[in-house]
């Protein structure tokens, strides 16, 4: 065999030997253990390397993390067994793994945080938004003399549009609006506008026309001040009194714009009925307010992962009154679990769904998991996933993990759904992120 030759043998057995040692059931177990951890403050999570050898795990700080509950530093382990940590208090700690005592294995940052706790919610809520500013939403055309246009989208408006102040008034509704108009007009003057577009300001400066006819001066938009809608309301946090619902942004009907919020408020609501969801076209609860006097809370926020305010108390009709643990993303897993909804009335009932998917996501996103509804009480009255479902809450292994988002157009029995840690985080209920997730 020439020296050329054996060289390539040698290559091939090693790159073989590497692939065969990949497959390997425990070395691809300790190569899916991440290198960085998050527990809640008084549980648990496992290590499970599935080795048949003895080695030392040491923990850096045990005031922080502990093995198997012991106190000490170092412990002797046999690897076949699953080496679990235990939190103590919040804090960071490094665990690390050295077989036989003496090669490095495996190293993990454990970060234990606060645990959270909040009351899942399910009920039927409607919403009211008014917006910071008034939204165009069409142009209408404007008679002056034997002409009609609209004066706005000349002198550059754009549909989608957020007018916040005229002649340097902050706009708070569209009565307001259509007085400072018709003042401008009667002055013979132009109006100085700042308007939002793609949260960008701009100035722009518009001339009032007399529409034919009339007294009254025009700048020939469809404004709207405006918004509201029936959801469900996902979480309430009785230590903060912070409520999260929808699990999405609410944008204007007409122009899909996020709507910006100035203030808004959620009240009780009740279902009058349901269009059952088919392929292609999704369904939808139809639902009416209730006791709008009675304001449960106000809304601050409005944001990619709901809308989000105070509320004092929980509203009524709440099928679980007592707080539950949440779930952090990584915690998250495929299998069994459970939505709170309603479909009939203001009663919150419980179905079955399964999580198909679970995204391994290290910054917040919209769509965190696919979840399927195997129900077959909500597929006989729903067909599955509908309009107005958007914020019921998913309970998996009784700890609230998400919140229903979107519907599959194509298969009403699926959806998406959003971690219930990153609405938690919007609604300014941190939690600890750690340096993976840091990273970037």
């Known amino acids: 065999m020439t020296k050329y030759r054996f060289k390539q043998f040698v290559g091939l057995f090693i790159a073989m030997s590497f692939l065969v040692i990949w497959w390997f059931t425990p070395i691809r177990q300790l190569a899916s253990i991440?290198?960085?951890m998050r527990i809640l403050e008084g549980q648990s999570a496992a290590i499970d390397l599935g080795l048949p050898v003895t080695a030392t795990v040491t923990t850096s700080n045990v005031q922080v993390a502990t093995v198997h509950?012991?106190?000490?530093?170092k412990v002797a382990f046999n690897l076949k067994q699953p080496i679990l940590i235990d939190s103590v208090s919040q804090g960071q700690a490094d665990v690390k793994v050295n077989l036989f005592g003496l090669i490095p294995l495996k190293s993990v940052h454990v970060d234990v945080v606060p645990e959270l706790e909040v009351i899942p919610?399910?009920?039927s809520i409607g919403v009211k938004l008014t917006s910071d500013g008034i939204m165009v939403v069409g142009y209408n055309q404007v008679t002056v003399g034997e002409q009609r246009y609209s004066p706005g989208e000349k002198d550059g408006i754009k549909i989608g549009d957020v007018i916040t102040a005229?002649?340097?008034?902050?706009i708070k509704?569209?009565?307001?609006?259509?007085a400072?108009?018709?003042?401008?007009g009667k002055d013979n003057r132009d109006l100085e506008m700042k308007v939002m577009r793609s949260k960008q300001q701009i100035a722009l400066r518009v001339r009032p026309v007399k529409e034919k006819g009339t007294d009254m001066y025009r700048i020939g938009l469809y404004i709207r001040d405006r918004a509201a809608g029936v959801g469900t309301l996902t979480f309430y946090d009785p230590k903060n009194r912070i409520f999260g619902a929808l699990g999405h942004v609410i944008t204007d009907v007409d122009t899909g714009q996020p709507i910006r919020v100035s203030d808004g408020e959620i009240v009780h609501s009740s279902v009058t009925s349901i269009d059952k969801g088919e392929s292609g076209q999704p369904g939808e609860k139809r639902g009416i307010f209730v006791d709008e006097d009675r304001v449960l809370g106000s809304i601050t926020k409005n944001s990619d992962f709901g809308v989000f305010g105070k509320m004092n108390k929980m509203p009524e009709n709440a099928r679980i009154t007592k707080v539950l643990p949440i779930a952090l993303a990584e915690q998250v897993k495929e299998g069994p679990a459970k939505i709170l909804t309603v479909v009939e009335g203001q009663k919150v009932e419980e179905f079955d769904i399964q999580i198909t998917n679970v995204m391994k996501q290290k910054f917040p996103a919209i769509k965190s998991m696919v979840i399927k509804v195997t129900d077959p009480r909500l597929l006989e009255k729903t067909g599955g996933i509908i309009q107005g479902m958007s914020g019921s809450p998913i309970i998996q292994d009784g700890k609230l993990v998400g919140a229903v988002t979107h519907v599959f157009v194509n298969d009403p029995t699926q959806g998406y759904g959003v971690f219930i840690e990153w609405m938690l985080n919007e609604a300014g209920i941190q939690t600890k992120t750690s340096s993976l997730m840091k990273a970037s």
Do not use: F, R, V, Y
């Open 34 to 36: 991440p290198a960085n």
């Open 69 to 73: 509950g012991t106190q000490q530093s």
């Open 121 to 123: 919610g399910g009920q």
């Open 166 to 170: 005229i002649d340097g008034i902050k």
């Open 173 to 178: 509704s569209s009565e307001q609006a259509a």
């Open 180 to 184: 400072l108009i018709n003042k401008a």
